[in-house]
């Protein structure tokens, strides 16, 4: 209906999730999201690769986001290939077969309410 | 004055209305707007369309923004094809017939005090 | 030293100033911020013009950035040539005769801890 | 493997340290920081300049990111050639000879609970 929008490269060069929170879980807990928006009539088969301070990039994990649909993806959900180590600097390129949107969201409720940062990725 | 200023396609890869309040309605009510800025000398149409991540997307709620105005539309208040579901992970596409400037916030008010994001949506 | 950078009009499509806040002023203050930064060797004079949701555009409200210096404007703080009315929805084109860089911000202190939210302000 | 994405240029017009402080150090500590995300095989030598509303920009403060690596500056441990003084208004340019990838983040814990703030910073 839209067609193709938005980038096929998006960096995020902001990344933490805190080790702590405060409330119920999972909807209060500590996380970082990419919101990830594929408007077109095409699966997106997206790879996001984590870049660390001290070592190795570690990825990619693959993440496919059907035609028409949005997918945020929780950076504390990751497994495969190892999980995002917690209290931990880190920022993150994300590619895709077929141009998507990208937002950066985190959600931080260490103290006894909850912040929140939120930025569009930068779109390479 | 400033003429035309903008994009005709703006994306919002984030998208979440927390079901939960705290404090006075309607300011302090957890919401998130679309803030619309038309600066040209002519009425911009736009339309709204709401994608999620396990149904086909949902619009166009139509909306005119007059000629030098701006309006902040709450999702919160999108009634028309249907209202946008709290607790729900979305995403928009905005289109106008003239250029505007979109920006994206959310007011976060689900523990005792609130918290606030917002950024400049993907101009397309 | 680093020569022009940035833009010579932009827009900021939110804008909000609680009418409330909680803690010592002016830090703690409900407050919205252009920040304006001058790169260049040259003065900047710069031209804020306000948008409403229901009347005529307000400004221009004229400020002079000098060479290489940033200014930080209250948006709280502008008087001429009329005042920002507080709890009310507007929006704001920035022009300058050089190029600057303009990023927004708000402190919302209405609650009993503060939050704030920032973004890159569209460059048109 | 990503080769080089962003820009050797970048600005950040918002910056301001709180001098108060809430929770355990460092991680509680009110500070800004700039997101430095270098994707490329070369090492990259990044200088940052401060700008300030009263007075010349104080820099270069050099830093190196290594190649692949991410590393997120505390403009609060930026200390040669002069510390950054607390509850001042500033800003600042980040050149570097590869293309890096900048986003822009504040944590204020002045009152009881903190607040956040992220952006892309603007890609000159």
Known sequence: MHGEIGSKV???????????????EPEMTSHETACLLNTSDADAHVNITIFFSNREPVGPYSIIVPAR???????NDLKDPAPIPRDTDYASIITSDV????QHTRLDSRQNANALLSTIAFAA
């Open 69 to 75: 649909r949005t997918k945020h993806v929780r950076f």
């Open 99 to 102: 141009p998507i949107v990208v």
């Open 10 to 24: 998006w960096a995020i060069a902001e990344g933490y999730i805190p080790g702590e929170s405060t409330g119920p």
